[in-house]
């Protein structure tokens, strides 16, 4: 009896060098940009490898304008081809027709995930988690010029806010449908509208995130209080621009845009990897169940907040695993909750229970 249970250890840990150890260095989940089309004049010197070059360089751009904040954008956006194509895993050509001697090309491009966060991080770039989430968006235009609050009609940023959609915006938003009673809420607050919380008409809509913008406009210039609730949080913005002609498509679209990359920017600080921060957490997991071990290897590698992970050790009863984190072990401890993984942290080592 006690040769077939050491046998089986044996065997055990043999399967676990070949499930385990040939997979701590692979790398974690990629960054995966699908359709990327570009065009280019069918010439005498034509080169289709530089029309490809100039898909990578497009796909690296469009990654990392989801990434990052606007402001940081611009430390980026002049990389070297040759350090974009080290970060690429693989690509395929999805479409390739010529059409009146132009060369038009459709392409997929694999990043290396860990790697565009090393590029970052060397840059001293915090790059954000890609959540594209759904928020509520109401905007309101208080007329300074003439006393007046315009809410559903005549309401351009109603009516064009969601016409121009940019597939590199992580915020979806969702309109209000235009309701009589809401418009009474707010005309009844209107004298206190700065500090009212609008929980009557959001609450109709069952979304965690919203955003109220309240855009004061007269003929010198705009000036815009947000309130953006997101989860339990609330959060109040105030931003002044120029006096911008709402009546031109060119200047509402740009204010639009403004606006929008602001919101986008609040959301990416609110899901940022502070790469700087590397919490180095030990937990055991009970060997006994293989594929336990296997469905929590696929959970570390989709966190992005997990920068590395490996076993450090096992024996009869656990496996180790050594993680690096760059958060605090509390945002750990949710992100797993959140999986349905609760883990015994009574001890230095935690146990998955």
Do not use: C, H
Not at 74 to 92: A, D
Not at 119 to 143: A, R, T, V
Not at 335 to 345: A, C, L, P, V, W
């Amino acid at each position: 009896m006690y040769y077939f249970k050491t046998l089986y250890i044996f065997l055990f840990f043999i399967a676990l060098n070949l499930f385990f150890f040939s997979t701590v260095n692979v790398s974690a989940k990629s960054f995966q940009v699908d359709e990327i089309e570009i065009s280019e004049p069918f010439k005498e010197k034509f080169d289709k490898n530089l029309v490809i070059d100039k898909g990578f360089r497009n796909a690296f751009l469009k990654i990392i304008n989801l990434l990052v904040k606007s402001n940081d954008f611009n430390k980026v956006k002049s990389i070297r081809l040759n350090e974009i194509k080290s970060m690429i895993e693989s690509f395929t050509i999805q479409e390739e027709k010529f059409i009146d001697q132009t060369y038009y090309l459709k392409i997929g491009v694999n990043f290396d995930k860990r790697k565009i966060y090393n590029y970052l991080e060397k840059k001293n770039i915090f790059p954000s988690q890609i959540k594209i989430e759904k928020f509520l968006f109401l905007p309101l235009i208080i007329d300074e010029n003439n006393d007046d609050i315009i809410v559903y009609a005549d309401n351009p940023l109603y009516e064009k806010w969601n016409l121009d959609s940019n597939k590199n915006y992580l915020i979806n938003y969702l309109l209000p449908t235009e309701d009589l009673e809401d418009i009474n809420f707010i005309k009844k607050n209107i004298d206190n509208i700065e500090n009212y919380n609008f929980e009557e008409i959001i609450k109709k809509y069952f979304l965690n995130n919203s955003i109220i913008s309240i855009i004061f406009k007269n003929k010198n210039n705009i000036k815009v209080l947000s309130k953006i609730y997101i989860e339990d949080k609330e959060i109040i913005l105030n931003n002044s621009f120029k006096s911008y002609d709402f009546d031109s498509k060119e200047e509402l679209n740009y204010f639009i845009d403004e606006l929008k990359i602001i919101y986008e920017d609040l959301w990416k600080k609110q899901n940022e990897i502070n790469t700087s921060i590397k919490i180095p957490l030990i937990i055991k997991i009970n060997n006994q169940n293989l594929s336990v071990s296997l469905k929590i290897e696929n959970i570390f590698k989709e966190i992005d907040l997990i920068s590395y992970y490996s076993i450090k050790n096992f024996d009869k009863d656990y496996i180790y695993y050594e993680i690096i984190f760059n958060g605090t072990p509390q945002n750990f401890i949710k992100i797993m909750n959140d999986r349905n993984y609760n883990f015994d942290t009574q001890n230095k080592i935690w146990i998955l229970k």
